[in-house]
């Protein structure tokens, strides 16, 4: 089954991640799934892929009704991001997904007959769910040409999509306990996957200028208090954009 | 909670394989077409002689002209067929997905809030369902119509050579050509049709 925790809860808001799924195919990358709820409404983050729908699906009903997940967020276009939104389209056919606007005429393809689709600005907005203010912020380049990370700043928690990824086992733990060991998963895929130096410094400048207490990624292990200034500045240091050393050999 | 997904033939993979036999069908209207021209010009360069004939020539080129119509209109229903099967099979697919855990679904305290959108999923799958029926009745019907057609071609070929008998002389041969490429071409599209009619029936059963 898949794991869920709160990771969150203070004032009628609680965040969860749904992940570590021991049903999952071995050669699916395994993905956090996030929801967020505000008294009576949620919101989903970075769903998943269609493999993971029913397990998804099952999990959520754990913590929420249907009716009240009236918004899905789509940080990018990636398959283990959003294709399970055709499946979504029938079971939450009032819901809204706040998307990249580049991204649209794309992810359409997954099946979006139903839900309403919201198409992002490049330079972000924000998102108001029963009275609680949310921040889709933009992270363009960070993998994808047009990419959002969810930011809520009251329990200063900062979904930062692939940013902060780590390939890591099913059984490995929902937070970072030791950052040092830590960063040698995290390594091979950020200098791999993110594109460019630019992209990658002015998202970092951006960000720590916010208050965050918890960085949540799409894959791996969640940063808490310090370790999400270490992973900064760990990521400020890193050389990206490595791939197309390979084609040049 | 109770599913009912019956696991059917998806059509858009026989549509596809339907695109392909109709392609044949249409070379094999196409040379009638031509036959019905070169026929047409032997009667033009007969005159008064060969009068009888125009009447065949004529039919040719209108079976010809229809059977091709007729293809084009089966092309889109096969289309039809396949949007409609890939929507049915979408929504099925979600079924199959909500089945795969509904144990667990129903077991978590907001399981049932999960049961509205199971009855419109139901109910959408029939009414695809019926749609799908009614696209697979509506493309048998047209090859039908053509298979007709067919039939109709091998009588035109018998009147044919008997006219080419009537007619004698040395357009004898060449009419008697015509009726047997008529007849030859005719008998290959009904080939082809019922080949495609037997695939429509194995699939939709």
């Known amino acids: ?249 | 909670m109770e599913l009912n997904a019956a696991v059917k033939q998806d059509f858009y993979v026989l549509a596809v394989t339907l695109a392909a036999r109709l392609n044949e069908i249409l070379l094999e209207a196409r040379k009638i077409s031509l036959e019905a021209m070169n026929a047409k010009a032997l009667v033009a360069r007969g005159g008064l002689e060969m009068r009888t004939f125009k009447p065949i020539t004529d039919y040719m080129s209108l079976l010809a002209k229809e059977t091709i119509a007729v293809v084009s209109d089966i092309n889109e229903a096969a289309l039809h067929l396949a949007h409609q099967s890939l929507q049915e099979m979408r929504l099925r697919d979600v079924m199959r997905q909500i089945s795969v855990r509904l144990p667990d679904i129903e077991q978590a305290p907001f399981g049932q809030s999960v049961l509205p959108s199971l009855d419109a999923l139901e109910t959408d799958v029939r009414n695809q369902q019926g749609a799908l029926a009614e696209k697979i009745d509506h493309l048998a019907d047209l090859l039908g119509s053509i298979d007709q057609k067919m039939r109709a071609a091998r009588v035109v070929s018998a009147t044919a050579r008997i006219e080419a008998a009537v007619c004698g002389g040395s357009c004898e041969k060449h009419f008697l050509d015509v009726a047997a490429n008529l007849e030859t071409a005719a008998r290959l599209i009904r080939t082809r049709v019922t080949d495609c009619r037997k695939q429509l029936l194995t699939a939709s059963q």
């Open chain 1, 1 to 249: 089954m898949m794991k869920a925790e709160v990771i969150y809860s203070k004032d009628g808001c609680q965040w969860l991640v749904f992940g570590r799924d021991s049903h999952k195919a071995d050669r699916i990358i395994d993905t956090n799934q996030y929801m967020v709820k505000v008294g009576n409404e949620a919101v989903l983050l970075d769903p998943g892929g269609i493999e993971i729908f029913s397990t998804m699906l099952a999990s959520v009903v754990n913590y929420a009704p249907l009716d009240q997940i009236r918004h899905i967020f789509a940080s990018h276009q990636d398959p283990d991001i959003i294709s399970s939104l055709g499946l979504w389209d029938r079971t939450l056919p009032s819901a809204s997904l706040y998307a990249p606007r580049i991204w649209e005429g794309f992810i359409r393809h997954y099946g979006c007959n139903s839900i309403d689709y919201v198409a992002l600005p490049d330079e972000g907005q924000s998102l108001k769910v029963g009275g609680r203010e949310f921040v889709f912020l933009p992270a363009h380049y960070l993998h994808s040409s047009g990419n959002f990370h969810f930011y809520d700043p009251e329990a200063r928690l900062l979904m930062s999509g692939d940013v902060g990824a780590a390939l890591m086992p099913a059984d490995a733990p929902m937070y970072v306990s030791d950052f040092d060991s830590h960063t040698a998963l995290m390594k091979g895929f950020h200098q791999r996957w993110m594109p460019s130096n630019d992209a990658k410094n002015d998202w970092i400048a951006r960000v720590r200028k916010l208050d965050i207490q918890t960085l949540a990624p799409q894959h791996g292990a969640m940063f808490r208090g310090d370790d999400v200034k270490r992973f900064l500045d760990w990521f400020e240091a890193l050389e990206v954009g490595i791939g197309s050393r390979s084609a040049a050999a």
